[in-house]
């Protein structure tokens, strides 16, 4: 019915694919152009933006796999502006060291300092390094939800990618890019997972019982202390310490994308529902592609899970290009 619908993109990308199938390119090209504007982070833009012919892909900056061969997503060049270290001036603040010790241990002190920080986070460009610097630490939710307080970077028409870059934090940042070269894994996918699973909140509990900055489960974590040398059986009782959540999440991540053969689609809906659910849709539905097999997962919250992460993962590519 239009852009104001959550539906209108991934409406225009099914049309798309009917055209497309039909022999009717010209049609389908303008309903994928059309799709792919609606927006860094929607599933179906990105998507939309995979399935444009290369000649119209001019302004795309990446492409990126989900199953090894092909790619289904793509970022979208937003042109922005190189991510600026931390002035020194910042990083001799008091609070700056302060802030960055107690998020990453996973202390509501970190919270403190942010409440303290909240008057200067309405000062236009001044907020920039401070928003940054928060969502880095770890203290990436209540940035979020001071700059929504504050209608922060959304005085213009189009958001900028500075106030976008606030909602698609990299939390934990040098943290998450050690664990990933631990791991193998793209520490932007690190990203993605712990944007969808928590907001990064290092205290947070599932009413499935699931723990942490990763939302690991328990006995997924005691599991993965017997299985995996380079987590220590100890920490399997401290998801609730960021680090040590992160670390569980990347290793299990790590094994699902193994069991998977690199299929990132089937890797996530595991992580989500567990391995044992997806062999069993895949004995269920042997035959379908990427596009087919996401919309026929029967879990609903796995489904949209799997789009969830895969939307965050294109916008941390488009955001934070290497």
Not at 135 to 147: C, D, L, N, Q, S
């Amino acid at each position: 019915k239009g852009p104001a619908t959550a539906q209108y993109a991934e409406a225009l990308y099914w049309r798309g694919v009917l055209h497309e199938t039909a022999g009717r390119l010209d049609d389908a090209k303008a309903d994928f152009e059309r799709a792919a504007k609606q927006g860094l982070g929607d599933y179906y833009a990105h998507r939309a933006l995979g399935r444009c012919a290369p000649a119209d892909q001019s302004s795309i900056a990446v492409a990126f796999h989900v199953n090894g061969t092909a790619p289904a997503l793509r970022t979208v060049d937003i042109e922005s502006a190189p991510l600026d270290e931390f002035p020194e001036s910042l990083r001799a603040e008091p609070w700056f060291e302060r802030v960055n010790f107690f998020a990453a241990h996973g202390l509501e002190e970190a919270e403190w300092e942010a409440l303290h920080l909240a008057p200067l986070m309405n000062k236009g460009a001044e907020a920039e390094p401070i928003y940054q610097a928060l969502g880095e630490a770890g203290v990436a939710f209540t940035a979020i939800e001071y700059a929504k307080a504050f209608d922060w970077g959304l005085n213009s028409a189009t958001a900028t990618p500075e106030r976008l870059r606030v909602f698609y934090p990299r939390g934990y940042w040098p943290h998450v890019c050690a664990i990933a070269k631990e791991t193998g894994l793209d520490p932007h996918l690190l990203l993605a997972v712990a944007l969808q699973e928590s907001h990064f909140r290092p205290g947070l509990t599932s009413s499935a019982g699931a723990n942490g900055v990763m939302q690991v489960m328990p006995a997924t974590a005691r599991w993965l202390a017997t299985a995996e040398p380079a987590v220590k059986g100890e920490d399997a009782a401290r998801l609730d310490h960021p680090l040590v959540s992160l670390r569980f999440g990347a290793y299990y991540l790590m094994r699902m994308l193994e069991r998977s053969n690199g299929n990132l689609v089937r890797a996530l809906a595991s992580y989500n529902a567990g391995p044992g659910n997806v062999s069993k849709w895949l004995e269920r539905f042997p035959d379908l592609d990427e596009d087919a097999f996401i919309e026929a997962i029967p879990f609903r919250e796995t489904r949209e899970y799997v789009k969830a992460v895969l939307a965050n993962y294109a916008a941390y590519k488009s955001l934070y290009p290497l």
